[in-house]
């Protein structure tokens, strides 16, 4: 342990198109929407994460929401990298520090993603000061988060639902042997919701009332065992162009959803039928993972083991599965250095 380690600090990042989670002497530290707030005259950042936020939707012109990535990889080189900065920033432990530690640094990346994206990852984790950058590819991260033995030879598929892309992967020998991303997640749900509430109910909702709505009401099938409450959603009458107040069920939603959903339903049986025999034997007997916020939307585990005829298990916690692998593969870089990238 010479000076220099002890100058360097750990982090795992999670840079997600929703939520951006860090970790840090394995603890979550950092755990706020991937959003920052920017002043249009200066060009200074105003604020980041959970207060631009609460920003979104109802600034005026001299304020400007920006949300820097885009299908999980980064669409605003320079928002996405001043968001990183302050998130590092207010660790508590290099809050503390009189200057700014030198970082080792894990990150994970959709398995779709391009060079060219991926070099803007490394770059803007260079200009952090990281000496040491290693990628990693989040379904991989997510099978360790849950808990998944990946050096094992045996067959597993996870299906990482974020807000961005879904990230569906067969992982075996600490390797992604077929994957499929598709941009189909939580943003398009959000979005899905936005038009069938302007469609049916003739109501303008904003993109924060619309991800409310899928939070509080949200399901992937009309069938569920404990049903939510119906909810009354408030926004701007189309054709009065007043404000107004509807009642909105879960049957609607699913309705709304039908479509995306059906379309993540074919990339899982896409993914099943590039799958090796031996290994569509271990899933068998396996089933599916699924991991990311998305994940969480009622009756979708049920819906997926219906079309697939495997039981579906949904990780705990699923919004933090990817960046807790993310940080046991920091921790353990000796025994994951097959599955990083440098």
Known sequence: MGFFDFMTEDIAIDLGTANTLI????????????????????????????KASLMQGKTHENIKTIRPLKDGVIADFEASEQMIKEFIKNIPSIKKRFFT??????????????????????????????KEIYLIHEPMAAA??????????????????GGGTTEI??????????????????????????YYMRTQHNLYVGERTAEKIKIQIGAATEDLETPPEEMLVQGRDLLSG???QVQVSFREISKA???????????????LSKTPPELAADIYNTGIYLAGGGSMLRGLDKRLSRKTDLPVYVAEDPLRAVVRGTGIALKDLEKYKNVLMK
């Open 257 to 271: 959803l039908d479509k995306s959903i059906l379309r993540i339903e074919d990339a899982v049986m896409e993914t």
């Open 144 to 161: 360790i988060g849950i808990g998944i033995d990946i050096m094992q030879p045996k067959g597993n598929m996870i299906i990482d639902i």
């Open 169 to 194: 992967a067969v992982i075996a020998l600490g390797g992604i042997v077929c994957d499929k991303s598709v941009k189909v997640a939580g943003d398009v749900f959000t979005s899905d919701i936005a």
């Open 23 to 50: 970790i840090h002497d394995g603890k979550v530290v950092i755990d706020a929407p991937s959003i920052v707030a920017r002043d249009r005259s200066t060009g200074k950042i105003i604020a980041t994460g959970k």
């Open 101 to 130: 530690p030198s970082l080792r640094m894990v990150v994970c990346i959709p398995s779709g993603i391009t060079e060219v994206e991926k070099r803007a990852v490394i770059d803007s984790a260079e200009h952090m000061n990281a």
């Open 242 to 244: 007043k404000p107004k």
